[in-house]
């Protein structure tokens, strides 16, 4: 078992990064479980530096890619380029290949380059000219989202947002955090070396141990509850929840919300689930998969209140009709 390997990266992430320990929770958890993360929150509050650092602890190849209106697929994915000495095309791979891509504002290109990121996310393979290429593995994706600024964004479809194992928030840092990263910061003599614990190989073997997590039944019924809770809130006794939802979630969010649950159990050193495991992300993976309308705009609901509320009032113990 590798959990103690874990706590490892863990503890070398904390030598760089401060107060950032939801983030590098959820980021290991897509990691382990083969699953893409949306990160959204204000610029400075050390997105780039806490993925970066990772990527170097976990000794994965890393890139960056800041996504600009003016960004084209090739920029991403690679091109075609004449060469004249062989006269001959030759390929040239874009920075997609990688074990873990930083999509930074990934709201600030049009569609077709956020189609062709999240082609790459879906199917571990690009197409350059006539030739299919696969990407390394582990592949893993964040991808950045400014909550502010919205003038000049092309927003991600509901559709292809779905694609994401997570929606994660990040918050400002308590004040003693942010104490600590001014003082690190405004030493310019500061090193953030970190040193490399876990190997690919180790990765797989993590996603093969998290495979054998138990989830037992009332669980896995508890999270088709609270799926359907979103679809059909007004049999879940939701009356008020109930018109501002406009879509519930996609069958995605139950495969991942188990997913994550396991991941979740298994770092805390545990062979099997508890509620409590479901309950900690369930808010994560369910909140970017929810379409409300304006209703709940204009009443000012979003939709991390709404799966609070779900939490609360959908029983864990609740027969399940399976049909």
């Known amino acids: 078992m590798h959990q103690e390997k874990i706590a490892e990266v863990i503890q070398e992430v904390k030598k760089v990064v401060v107060g950032q320990d939801k983030m590098v929770n959820r980021l290991l958890i897509g990691l382990f479980t083969n699953g893409h993360i949306l990160l959204e929150g204000v610029p400075g509050l050390a997105k780039t530096l806490t993925v970066n650092t990772l990527a170097k602890v976990l000794h994965l190849d890393f890139n960056r890619i800041q996504f600009t209106p003016d960004l084209l697929p090739s920029d991403l994915i690679g091109t075609m380029i004449y060469n004249q000495q062989t006269a001959n095309f030759e390929v040239k791979k874009g920075p997609i290949f990688a074990n ?5 504002e990934v709201n600030r290109s049009p569609a077709k380059v956020q189609s062709a990121l999240l082609e790459a996310m879906q199917e571990k393979q690009v197409t350059i000219g006539e030739t299919t290429f696969s990407l390394d593995r582990p592949f893993l994706v964040l991808a950045t989202q400014n909550p502010v600024d919205q003038e000049g964004t092309y927003p991600l479809p509901e559709a292809q ?12 840092p308590s004040k003693a955090d942010e104490l600590e990263v001014m003082r690190r ?11 490399a614990i876990l190997s690919k190989q180790d990765i797989f073997d993590i996603r093969n141990e998290i495979n054998t997590i138990k989830l037992a039944e009332p669980l896995e019924n508890y999270i ?30 139950s495969i991942n919300l188990n997913l994550a649950a396991k991941a979740i159990a298994y770092m805390d ?11 900690e992300i369930a808010e994560d993976v369910l909140n970017h998969r929810i379409l ?15 799966v609070r509320t779900l939490l609360e009032k959908v029983p864990i113990n609740k027969a399940v009709t399976l049909k």
């Open 224 to 253: 088709i509850e609270l799926v359907f809770a979103t679809r059909f809130p007004q049999q879940y006794g939701l009356k008020d929840e109930a018109k501002y939802i406009m879509f519930g979630v996609s069958p995605r969010a």
């Open 161 to 172: 947002v779905d694609r994401f194992m997570m929606k994660v928030h990040i918050d400002y």
């Open 292 to 306: 409300l309308n304006y209703e709940a705009e204009a009443d000012g609901v979003d939709t991390r209140s709404l």
């Open 100 to 104: 873990v891509i930083l999509a930074d």
């Open 269 to 279: 050193g545990r062979d099997y689930v508890l509620p409590e495991d479901i309950k």
């Open 185 to 195: 910061m405004s030493n310019m003599q500061y090193s953030s070396e970190v040193k």
